[in-house]
């Protein structure tokens, strides 16, 4: 079946820009993590989502990041403007409800801010 | 969350067994040990998890000391499409005592193993 997908795969953002970033996760999976990857970092948590509720967003560096999923399904990503050090790969991923430590990782949006 | 140690890089010949250790000696009783893997320009990928036993899939083995502070991932006959970061991570899939972690995964730097012809 499908499996996590992300779009866009690249997007180069002058600085000072919002950028939005799309989650499709695989169906019927409640679960859904964000995490942005530094160069030659690991990923870092930014943000749960349950359904539509967003449980945890203490990971999120800012108040210029937000993070949407209204329908339970598609999930959104903004950042408003970006800096360069925004710059990084931002990688989605979605489980079961009950094995949330068993997630499932999109190919990632690669973020460039100028 | 608790913290896991990872050599920073190994090698392995192809065909043989890939031993990768971690330590988590502060690993706590409802945390499980997860493994992952990068291959460059993807996302993670799961390989294997546990609590206390041992444990095998079509992918690898998770060895888990007796008192849990450390674990071996075994690939049995590495590939050079192994060769990626590996990632030892400690986490409650159902969130910890206060349930404030929701079985988010703290990924510390890794081990990169590189498989050789």
Same mark, same amino acid.
Request: charged share 20%.
């Given at each position: 079946?499908?499996?996590?997908?992300?779009?866009?795969?690249?997007?180069?953002?002058?600085?000072?820009?919002?950028?939005a970033?799309?989650?499709?996760p695989?169906?019927?999976?409640?679960?859904?993590?964000?995490?942005?990857?530094?160069?030659?970092?690991?990923?870092?948590?930014?943000?749960?989502?349950?359904?539509?509720?967003?449980l945890?967003?203490?990971?999120?560096?800012?108040?210029?990041?937000?993070?949407?999923?209204?329908?339970?399904?598609?999930?959104?990503l903004?950042?408003?403007?970006?800096q360069?050090?925004?710059?990084?790969v931002?990688?989605?991923?979605?489980s079961l409800?009950?094995?949330?430590?068993?997630?499932f990782?999109?190919?990632?949006?690669?973020?460039?801010v100028? | 969350?608790?913290?896991?140690?990872?050599?920073?890089?190994?090698?392995c010949?192809?065909?043989?067994?890939?031993? +990768?250790?971690?330590n #988590?000696? =502060?690993?706590?009783?409802?945390?499980y040990? @997860?493994?992952?893997?990068?291959?460059?320009?993807?996302?993670?990928?799961?390989?294997?998890?546990?609590?206390?036993n041992?444990?095998?899939?079509?992918?690898?083995?998770?060895?888990i000391?007796?008192?849990?502070?450390?674990s071996? +991932?075994?690939?049995p #006959?590495? =590939?050079?499409?192994?060769?990626?970061?590996? @990632?030892?991570?400690?986490?409650?899939p159902r969130?910890?005592?206060g349930?404030?972690?929701?079985g988010?995964?703290?990924?510390?730097?890794?081990?990169?193993?590189t498989v050789?012809?």
């Amino acid at each position: 079946g499908a499996g996590v997908s992300q779009s866009p795969r690249y997007k180069v953002a002058k600085r000072g820009q919002d950028v939005a970033l799309r989650c499709d996760p695989i169906s019927g999976h409640v679960s859904l993590f964000w995490y942005q990857q530094a160069l030659g970092q690991g990923p870092e948590f930014l943000t749960y989502f349950q359904n539509e509720a967003q449980l945890d967003k203490s990971g999120l560096p800012s108040d210029r990041f937000f993070a949407e999923r209204p329908e339970g399904s598609v999930s959104t990503l903004k950042i408003q403007r970006t800096q360069q050090e925004d710059s990084a790969v931002y990688l989605c991923a979605s489980s079961l409800e009950e094995r949330r430590g068993e997630q499932f990782f999109g190919p990632g949006t690669r973020l460039t801010v100028l | 969350d608790a913290k896991t140690t990872q050599p920073t890089s190994m090698d392995c010949a192809e065909g043989r067994a890939a031993n +990768l250790p971690c330590n #988590h000696s =502060t690993i706590s009783g409802n945390e499980y040990v @997860y493994w992952y893997r990068q291959i460059h320009s993807q996302g993670p990928q799961y390989i294997i998890h546990g609590l206390k036993n041992n444990e095998t899939n079509e992918m690898a083995s998770l060895i888990i000391t007796e008192d849990r502070k450390s674990s071996t +991932l075994i690939l049995p #006959h590495a =590939t050079l499409r192994d060769t990626a970061v590996y @990632y030892c991570i400690v986490s409650s899939p159902r969130g910890n005592a206060g349930g404030t972690s929701y079985g988010k995964l703290t990924f510390g730097q890794g081990t990169i193993l590189t498989v050789h012809p």
